[in-house]
């Protein structure tokens, strides 16, 4: 199903009956990757899930926006699907958007508990090496932004950036890169004391995208998280254990 969104053709499902489920999805996939969870959960619960602007059958963003700017559409679409009260699950960048909403005074949406799996959100420190890196980049970025050099190679500073960026750097629009610089600088650790909610955290033992010491993190500084591990599994741990990841959820939302 489609729907308009503050002028965004909105790709979405909406299946099942009972109280409100939503589902966010990570940075580069879309809600396809929820099918099983959607299965699972539609027994007790209306599950909506929607494909990010950007992603998916969504349009992108008709500006670079920061995570606010994703929180803003959020709260647009349950208004749209008249939500008031939800239950959400998120993964990775889904996460993240939830962390940012429910850090929010008066959000419009009564949320009542969440569920965080992979959640991103917690920005790595940089080690020495790492911080070298970044500086070379950027010294490199500055050579070649400079007008003598754009005028002769005016593609090199975009060769540049496609070189050195990461693999989700590669792959989207222009639009979208925008959107992940932003995305990725801005750390929410300090909002977590501020999720009040009851929080169940799953992760994969191995997640090598969003560290099992994130998930650590956030039970320790949520004052009402929950942190499962899940063995042989990593970022997609909703995939990767799916059994076992239906059944915990099955669990904490009391879904027979």
Not at 8 to 22: A, M, P, Q
Not at 114 to 135: F, Q, W
Not at 139 to 155: D, E
């Amino acid at each position: 199903m489609t729907a308009d969104i503050d002028g965004i053709s909105t790709n979405y499902v909406k299946e099942g009956s009972g109280e409100n489920l939503l589902l966010l999805h990570g940075w580069g996939t879309n809600l396809s990757l929820f099918s099983a969870i959607i299965e699972t959960a539609k027994k007790c619960y209306t599950v909506y899930a929607l494909d990010f602007p950007g992603f998916g059958g969504t349009d992108e963003p008709k500006e670079p926006w920061d995570v606010d700017g994703y929180v803003d559409f959020v709260i647009a679409f349950c208004k749209k699907m008249d939500i008031e009260k939800t239950v959400m699950l998120g993964h990775s960048f889904g996460g993240r958007v939830i962390i940012k909403l429910l850090s929010r005074e008066n959000c419009p949406i009564e949320v009542e508990k969440i569920i965080l799996t992979g959640s991103a959100g917690i920005k790595p420190p940089r080690s020495e090496k790492t911080e070298k890196k970044a500086k070379m980049y950027q010294r490199g970025k500055a050579f070649l932004s400079s007008k003598p050099i754009k005028a002769l190679f005016p593609n090199a500073i975009e060769n540049y950036r496609n070189r050195h960026g990461s693999a989700d750097y590669r792959a989207a629009s222009p639009m979208m890169r925008q959107v992940l610089v932003k995305v990725v600088n801005e750390d929410l650790a300090p909002l977590l004391p501020l999720v009040k909610q009851e929080a169940l955290l799953i992760w994969g033992e191995n997640d090598d995208a969003t560290p099992l010491s994130d998930g650590r993190r956030m039970e320790r500084e949520m004052p009402d998280a929950a942190l499962v591990t899940l063995p042989n599994a990593g970022h997609f741990a909703f995939l990767e254990q799916q059994y076992a990841f239906l059944r915990i959820i099955s669990s904490f939302l009391k879904i027979d």
